[in-house]
């Protein structure tokens, strides 16, 4: 199957700070990507979605202008949370489709954000 | 938009016993159906998945079996063993789109 990475693994930052994260198809091209947030034993959320050369789309209740996003190119999106407070610690998923594949999504490895 | 149930949220199960997870789903227009396995820490990796064209589909000790009718889908693991356990997630797509919404997962614990 297709290959998604996630960097970093984990990152813990201080209260106030911004953390970027990154999303990289590595053997296909997405021009859209997606990013999912859990919290610990819930289901994956639905954020954004991340749309190579056009502005990402938010899904109801998540804030723009706090969890920033950037597909710079065909195989990397970021997802940047401003200013993080530790209600927004959690493990952040990207994942993205391979066109022909017919819906079928590759998920990246996960990154454990902890905000002290 | 898509609303989609699990359950049970928790399965305990003997080794070589099977592993039965339901979902169903409220769009009847969704047309495929994957189903997730997490491990502690990681990311969802697709065990199997099920268009809405063909009514059951195995791979090896896994299977899918897709009623449209009924609007659900199920998880079959056969002769369990001890590396399944995990969590397991289905899914259904958004507005016929790429979108996926996620059910609320079930913790699969295979004793051995």
């Known amino acids: 199957g297709a290959v998604v990475s996630q960097h970093p693994s984990w990152v813990i930052c201080k209260s106030g700070t911004s953390v970027k994260i990154e999303c990289r198809s590595l053997?296909?091209?997405?021009?859209?990507m997606f990013w999912y947030r859990q919290f610990p034993k819930q289901s994956l959320m639905l954020m954004a979605t991340?749309?190579?050369?056009?502005?990402?789309?938010?899904e109801q209740g998540v804030e723009k202008d706090k969890f920033l996003i950037n597909h710079a190119s065909l195989t990397l999106s970021t997802l940047t949370v401003t200013s993080a407070h530790p209600e927004d610690s959690s493990f952040y998923i990207c994942?993205?489709?391979?066109?022909?594949?017919?819906?079928?999504?590759?998920f990246g490895p996960g990154t454990r954000l902890t905000v002290l | 938009g898509e609303n989609v149930e699990q359950h049970p949220s928790t399965l305990s199960v003997q080794e070589g016993d099977s592993a039965v997870i339901k979902c169903t789903y409220s769009?009847?227009?969704?047309?495929?159906f994957p189903w997730y396995k997490q491990e502690l820490g990681k990311g969802p990796q697709l065990i199997i998945d099920?268009?809405?064209?063909?009514g059951e589909k195995k791979d090896q000790r896994i299977a899918v079996t897709l009623n449209k009718t009924a609007k659900h889908f199920s998880l079959h693991i056969t002769e369990t063993q001890p590396e399944d356990s995990a969590v397991y997630f289905c899914?259904?797509?958004?507005?016929?789109?790429?979108?996926?919404?996620f059910g609320s997962g079930t913790r699969l614990l295979v004793r051995p």
């Open positions: 991340s749309n190579e050369g056009s502005k990402a789309t938010y």
């Open positions: 053997d296909f091209q997405a021009t859209t």
């Open positions: 994942s993205a489709p391979r066109a022909g594949n017919d819906n079928e999504q590759f």
């Open positions: 099920i268009r809405s064209n063909v």
């Open positions: 899914a259904a797509p958004r507005d016929s789109s790429y979108k996926l919404i």
């Open positions: 769009d009847s227009a969704s047309n495929y």
